[in-house]
Every structure is written in C-alpha cells, then in structure tokens.
C-alpha cells in the first residue's frame, strides 16, 4: 500500500509556543490530505481537509486561526499549532488517498504534549 | 448527513476463537464504500477490509470477513481463529464515491484477544 509519513512522531512544547506538524506522502501525489485529532480511547475526529494550492477546509469547531493548515505542494501539508496551550496536547494523524485507489492511508501520528 | 455507529465499546475473545463485531451506518447515498481499520497499541491506523456497496459479494481478507447488508445499511466484521496480534481498536468508516470525500467514521471496538 502507500505510505504517508509524518514528523515528528512526538514533540513537547512550551505553553504559548507553536508547532509544526509535517505530513507527506511517499510514494504517491495527494491533491487532498485529512488531519485529524484523537483523544485516548476515542475516535478520530477531523480537523480538516487540506487542499493543494487553495484553503483548507476546517470542519465545524475548530479554530482556523489555531490550526494553520498548509498544502504548498503535492506531496507535503503541514499543521501548525499557533500559541499552543496544553489543552491542545492530543495525537495528531493525517492521510492521504492515492489516485484511483479507493484507501485512505494514515501516517503514524504525531503526539504533542504542551507543557 | 452520514453517521456510523459501532454498539460495541469493547469486546474480548479468545486466541483461535472467532468474533464478529458490529457496525451500521446511515446515508441516503446508493453508491459508497465502507471500511475497517485497525489501530493497535502504536496507534498507526490499519486497513483491514474494504466494501463497495455495489457489489453485492461480501469482501474478503484472508481470517477477516465482512458481512455486508446494504438494505439494512450493517456492516458487521467477522474476524476468524484471533491472534494475539488482532488486539486493538477496529473503527467503522463510510466514505461517499467522489474523490477527495472525507472518512466518517464510528466511535470505535476496543477487541482484546487472549491467551
């Protein structure tokens, strides 16, 4: 199958600082890519939809300003956390559907605890 | 608006037993895929099965099943002779047929499987 990486795999960050969160595909272009956010013992939830050469989509709730999501080429979108607070701590996954298969693959996730 | 929904928060079985666990959804769409992933303790996401819903032929994966009932909008997993290794979260999701069409998955059945 295709492979979608992520980096870093964990980071931990000061209160007020902000992160970046890389997601790439591999061996594959991605026009689209998905980030999600997942709490321990829950369900994904998406974030957005990251779009090569336009905006994001933000689903309902989550703050645009919060989570700056970029999608400069077609194989990298990247996810900042601005002016992170701990509730922000949580696992971060995105994906990435290659063309024409039907699959979305997942990247290994990114754990970020703020301090 | 689509929904899936997993009844069974958690479940165990036995090593070389086999288990089926539940999923149904709600959509209006005729044609669209669904799926089940695995996360196992590293937490990277897995695809186990995929269905398109215009194929009336149950999928298929080696000891992993599918039963799918399109009128009765179920999509249960049937996984045979459990390992060990089968012990994570499995998670429903629908996925309507146009490209770039997000994941909407179920709240997830964490499956132990013991020795």
């Known amino acids: 199958g295709a492979v979608v990486s992520q980096h870093p795999s964990w980071v931990i960050c000061k209160s007020g600082t902000s992160v970046k969160i890389e997601c790439r595909s591999l061996?594959?272009?991605?026009?689209?890519m998905f980030w999600y956010r997942q709490f321990p013992k829950q369900s994904l939830m998406l974030m957005a939809t990251?779009?090569?050469?336009?905006?994001?989509?933000?689903e309902q709730g989550v703050e645009k300003d919060k989570f700056l999501i970029n999608h400069a080429s077609l194989t990298l979108s990247t996810l900042t956390v601005t002016s992170a607070h701990p509730e922000d701590s949580s696992f971060y996954i995105c994906?990435?559907?290659?063309?024409?298969?039907?699959?979305?693959?997942f990247g290994p996730g990114t754990r970020l605890l703020v301090l | 608006a689509q929904t899936v929904t997993q009844s069974q928060p958690e479940m165990s079985v036995q090593e070389a037993e086999t288990v089926t666990l539940s999923c149904t959804y709600d959509?209006?769409?005729?044609?669209?895929?669904l799926f089940w992933y695995k996360q196992p303790p590293s937490r990277q996401m897995i695809l186990v099965i995929r269905?398109?819903?215009?194929?009336?032929q149950n999928a298929t994966e080696n000891r992993f099943s599918v039963n799918f009932q399109k009128a009765a909008k179920s999509f249960s997993l049937k996984i045979s002779d459990s390992q060990l290794g089968d012990t994570a979260m499995y998670f429903c999701?629908?996925?309507?047929?146009?490209?770039?069409?997000?994941?909407?998955f179920g709240a997830g059945t964490i499956l132990r499987v013991k020795s």
């Open positions: 994906s990435a559907r290659p063309p024409p298969e039907e699959t979305q693959y």
């Open positions: 061996d594959f272009q991605a026009t689209t």
């Open positions: 990251s779009n090569e050469g336009s905006k994001a989509t933000y």
């Open positions: 959509t209006s769409e005729s044609n669209y895929y």
């Open positions: 269905q398109e819903a215009y194929k009336q």
């Open positions: 999701a629908f996925r309507r047929m146009e490209y770039g069409n997000k994941l909407v």
